[in-house]
């Protein structure tokens, strides 16, 4: 079966940088988007990054734009998120996410599998 392992969560000063992973399994990984959204207490899950199949297509949301990338390796079916300049509103629990299709989208309905998600605390 298709299964999706986020790493890399923990927590951090606001003004520091993570890095999360996913790998991801039972699927030819690099025929699809993925994308990373997060959801924090009593919030929708919303995105924060969006790549497409060969990674020439992006996308980020007016919040995390210049302080986050999104980047992936097919060769090794590796998904990335790298997070600068962190702060305490970007708490929240990290999900890797693959599309339905190869083309970058933004919305949580373009994606049928998920992971089950990785704790980022930013801490004032």
């Known amino acids: 079966q298709v299964q999706l392992v986020e790493s890399g969560g923990g927590s951090v000063q606001a003004g520091g940088s993570l890095s999360l992973s996913c790998r991801v399994s039972?699927?030819?990984?690099?025929?699809?988007?993925m994308g990373w959204f997060r959801q924090a207490p009593g919030k929708e899950r919303e995105y924060v990054a969006a790549?497409?199949?060969?990674?020439?297509?992006?996308y980020y949301p007016d919040t995390v734009t210049g302080r986050f990338t999104i980047s992936r390796d097919n060769a090794k079916n590796m998904l990335y998120l790298q997070m600068n300049r962190l702060t305490p509103e970007d708490t929240a629990i990290y999900y890797c996410?693959?599309?339905?299709?190869?083309?970058?989208?933004?919305?949580?309905?373009?994606?049928?599998?998920w992971g089950q998600g990785t704790q980022v605390t930013v801490s004032s």
């Open positions: 996410a693959s599309g339905v299709g190869s083309s970058a989208r933004v919305g949580v309905e373009w994606y049928d599998y």
């Open positions: 039972g699927r030819v990984f690099r025929a699809y988007a």
């Open positions: 790549i497409s199949w060969n990674g020439d297509t992006t």
